[in-house]
């Protein structure tokens, strides 16, 4: 069975952190994986990702210097560190996954073919 699970969310005050995890079953490769959010009122947006040509991880300019994506290979899991949260981070993050062939960036919401549940993410000031 394809799908992806995410967990990690939660209410945080500003200036915290949170690691949200991804785990990723049933596929034998992809092209891209990254997280993504949807604040209310707003289009879901990049935040990090990692794409296999170039083996390049990118992120939003605006959680440079704050976010860390991360990869382990041997779990199937992806991560996202988030320190030094603001209340504009609130939002419903998702992890997604591309598994054909890729000439987008990988930030770049469209294209990705599975997605995870979600998971909600509140920092408070």
């Known amino acids: 069975q394809l799908q992806l699970v995410e967990s990690g969310g939660g209410l945080v005050q500003s200036g915290g952190s949170l690691r949200l995890s991804c785990e990723f079953s049933?596929?034998?490769?992809?092209?891209?994986i990254g997280w993504f959010r949807q604040a209310p009122g707003k289009e879901r947006a990049g935040v990090s990702c990692?794409?296999?040509?170039?083996?390049?991880?990118n992120y939003a300019d605006s959680v440079k210097g704050r976010f860390t994506f991360s990869r382990d290979n041997a779990k199937n899991t992806v991560y996202l560190q988030m320190n030094t949260l603001k209340p504009e981070d609130t939002a419903v993050y998702y992890c997604?996954?591309?598994?054909?062939?890729?000439?987008?960036?990988?930030?770049?919401?469209?294209?990705?073919?599975?997605w995870g549940q979600g998971t909600q993410v509140t920092v408070s000031s």
């Open positions: 990692f794409a296999r040509r170039g083996s390049s991880t």
């Open positions: 049933g596929f034998t490769d992809y092209s891209a």
């Open positions: 997604a996954l591309h598994s054909g062939i890729r000439s987008r960036r990988c930030l770049d919401s469209r294209d990705y073919n599975y």
